[in-house]
Nanobody, 129 residues
Framework: QVQLVESGGGSVQSGGSLRLSCVVS????????MVWFRQAPGRDREGIAS??????????YYADSMKGRFTISRSLAERTLYLQMDSLKPEDTAMYYC????????????????????WGQGTQVTVSS
């Protein structure tokens, strides 16, 4: 059974940083596409970044609005996906989710798709001004 467990959320002041983690169990960490999303109350879900691992190596993709302050990475040894978030703003307040897709293909397109193979339960990030 595939499970994704996010952690690392919390409350931080504007300008601060957080690193979110997503631990994966029940499936391989390679040859897939993993994505970070967020959703704030009353707003649509937003894709933040995705990371593709496959025969061609590792590729990362970012939504245009997320470039510069967010960095996606993963550790095969720790079976963990990360999202480093810097210079946080109050508008970054949201529930953050990781997803895993068994195929590494179309990983950029996955940023704007609600169709994901597996979802985590989410971790809350609150940024105060």
């Amino acid at each position: 059974q595939v499970q994704l467990v996010e952690s690392g959320g919390g409350s931080v002041q504007s300008g601060g940083s957080l690193r979110l983690s997503c631990v994966v169990s029940g499936t391989a960490m390679s040859n897939n596409c993993m994505v970070w999303f967020r959703q704030a109350p009353g707003r649509d879900r937003e894709g933040i970044a995705s990371i593709q691992t496959g025969a061609g190596g590792i590729m990362t993709y970012y939504a245009d609005s997320m470039k510069g302050r967010f960095t996606i990475s993963r550790s095969l040894a720790e079976r963990t996906l990360y999202l480093q978030m810097d210079s946080l703003k109050p508008e970054d307040t949201a529930m953050y989710y990781c997803t895993l897709n068994r195929s590494p293909w179309n990983c950029f397109e996955r940023l704007s798709s609600s169709s994901q193979d597996y979802w985590g339960q989410g971790t809350q990030v609150t940024v105060s001004s």
